[in-house]
Structure formats: structure tokens, C-alpha cells
């Protein structure tokens, strides 16, 4: 587990840039927390360094579901908010996304994610947010530089 105090909007746009070089094709990284905690701040500015495009046009997927982003590896941004079933996820492409992309998810309660799943987890803290980020072992390790 690691964890980190994001004093502002800049904070969060900060760490994802740092994270966003770290994953690889397989990750699934779930973006957990209330409304209005930063989580489609962050899954925008990680697509816009992802993609090397700062002004790309980062729509959210909340209506659509998912959002795909042609990179090597492909970048899958799915929004469960409005999932009725999570066997919905197979409909979306979900397994294709975790075997040949990096997956980013907003709301993955409403969903059934692998349990090799990263999860970076948003909450309110004073003026800002703390996000605390857990998953395998052997995932943590790497992406510790990120929270540093």
C-alpha cells in the first residue's frame, strides 16, 4: 500500500503524469471514490500523457461506457457508473482490454475486476484528497516512484 496527500487539482494532474509512464499492457487500474474526488482528473491527464497529446479532447465515458485510445499498448477508459449487470463488462470487451491494454476504470464497485487489479482509491482529506494505492506486491514496487 502506498499513499499520498493531493493538495489541489495540479497535485492530482501531477501524479498521474508520473504513474501514467509506469503502467504496461495488463494493468487494470481502478479509480475508486465519491463523486467529485478527482478520479476523471486524474484518468485524463494519465490518457493525455499516455497518448503524448496535452490538449486531447479526454471525453467521459460515464454515457458511452468505454472509451478507447489507439497507443501501444491500447488505453481502455470504461465508466461503470451506469452498469446495470456486471456481465455487462464482457459485452464492453473488458477481457480483450486486459489482455492486450491498459485499463482504467471509474467505479469499479459496480463491476467484477480481477484480482490482480491496482486500485487508487480517493478521499477527502482537509482541502484536498488522499489517495492511497494498493494491489500486488510485485505491481507496488514498481510503481513506487510515483508516490515519491
Known amino acids: 500500500m502506498m499513499e499520498?496527500?493531493?493538495?489541489?487539482?495540479?497535485?492530482?494532474?501531477?501524479?498521474?503524469?508520473?504513474?501514467?509512464?509506469?503502467?504496461?499492457?495488463?494493468?487494470?487500474?481502478?479509480?475508486?471514490?465519491?463523486?467529485g474526488m478527482g478520479k476523471s482528473t486524474f484518468a485524463r491527464?494519465?490518457?493525455?500523457?499516455?497518448?503524448?497529446d496535452p490538449a486531447l479532447e479526454v471525453p467521459s465515458p460515464t454515457f458511452t461506457l468505454v472509451q478507447i485510445y489507439d497507443g501501444s499498448p491500447p488505453l481502455y477508459h470504461f465508466d461503470l457508473y451506469r452498469l446495470s449487470d456486471p456481465d455487462e463488462l464482457i459485452e464492453l470487451g473488458f477481457d480483450e482490454?486486459?489482455?492486450?491494454g491498459i485499463s482504467l476504470v471509474e467505479w469499479p464497485e459496480r463491476g467484477e475486476l480481477p484480482a490482480e487489479t491496482l486500485t487508487l482509491a480517493f478521499e477527502e482529506q482537509g482541502n484536498g484528497r488522499r489517495v492511497v494505492l494498493t494491489g500486488p506486491a510485485s505491481r507496488l514496487a514498481a510503481l513506487e516512484a510515483a508516490f515519491h
Open 4 to 35: 499520498c496527500f493531493l493538495p489541489d487539482e495540479a497535485a492530482t494532474i501531477a501524479l498521474a503524469e508520473k504513474l501514467a509512464p509506469l503502467l504496461k499492457a495488463g494493468d487494470c487500474l481502478a479509480l475508486s471514490g465519491d463523486l
Open 45 to 52: 491527464a494519465l490518457i493525455r500523457v499516455r497518448l503524448q
Open 97 to 100: 482490454a486486459l489482455d492486450d
